[in-house]
């Protein structure tokens, strides 16, 4: 079964500053797509940035961007010039061959002014 | 475009009735969807994968006659909560996936979620 885990319940980061959070993941699968979610206080869920497990290269959208590491089943999150509305709960994300989402337990993500 | 509506955002009820949770997809046909539960600061587990005409497939320690889910259409999915009780209070999320292109990448698109407290 896979499994996704993320180490850090919560984070802090100054504004403007830069933040990684960690997710590490567990699957014998070779084709998958792994996600970062945010989920504000309101609750929505918010596609944050996704990667197939096929491309080398690292997703980026905007001031988000991830490091994977295929063969370290490792799949960071990096938050560049962190904004006030950038704090959330962040959840990670796997998705395989079965389309369904399996979550890691979320990062609390906290911008002081 | 990609917008699942849910509906209604918030219900109370009292023990012993049933409850009716709407998720549509607005823009896009659905082939699948899927429900979610939240309890206060925890992540989501997935309680089931609902396919359009087709019966929905339970995750484990799921109860399928507690959570009736039925997918009609490409639009539309409900989670019917049968004779509610308090600890059925929870947070209660939908999504969808089913854009062409989408579906291949795995995309979920979610709904704004039902708070449900059963008193």
């Known amino acids: 079964a896979q499994t996704v885990t993320q180490s850090q319940p919560e984070m802090s980061v100054q504004e403007a500053e830069t933040v990684t959070l960690s997710c590490t993941y567990d699957?014998?699968?070779?084709?998958?797509?792994l996600f970062w979610y945010k989920q504000p206080p309101s609750r929505q869920m918010i596609l944050v940035i996704r990667?197939?497990?096929?491309?080398?290269q690292n997703a980026t959208e905007n001031r988000f961007s991830v490091n994977f590491q295929k063969a370290a089943k490792s799949f960071s999150l990096k938050i560049s010039d962190s904004q006030l509305g950038d704090a959330a709960m962040y959840f990670c994300a796997y998705s395989g061959s079965q389309g369904n989402l399996i979550f890691g337990k979320g990062t609390k993500l906290s911008v002081k002014p | 475009g990609a917008v699942v509506s849910q509906h209604p955002s918030r219900v109370i009820c009292k023990s012993g009735t049933s409850v009716k949770i709407e998720c549509r997809s607005l823009?896009?046909?659905?082939?699948?969807m899927f429900w979610y539960r939240q309890f206060p600061k925890q992540s989501l587990m997935l309680m089931a994968t609902s396919n359009e005409g087709s019966k929905a497939t339970y995750e484990q320690g799921v109860e399928k006659d507690k959570f009736l889910i039925n997918h009609a259409s490409l639009t539309l999915s409900t989670l019917t909560v049968t004779s509610a009780h308090p600890e059925d209070s929870s947070f209660y999320i939908c999504?969808?996936?089913?854009?062409?292109?989408?579906?291949?990448?795995?995309?979920?698109?979610f709904g704004a979620g039902t708070r449900l407290s059963v008193l």
């Open positions: 999504s969808a996936s089913g854009l062409a292109g989408d579906i291949a990448k795995n995309i979920q698109y």
């Open positions: 823009d896009f046909q659905a082939t699948t």
């Open positions: 699957t014998s699968e070779s084709d998958y797509y």
């Open positions: 990667q197939e497990a096929y491309k080398q």
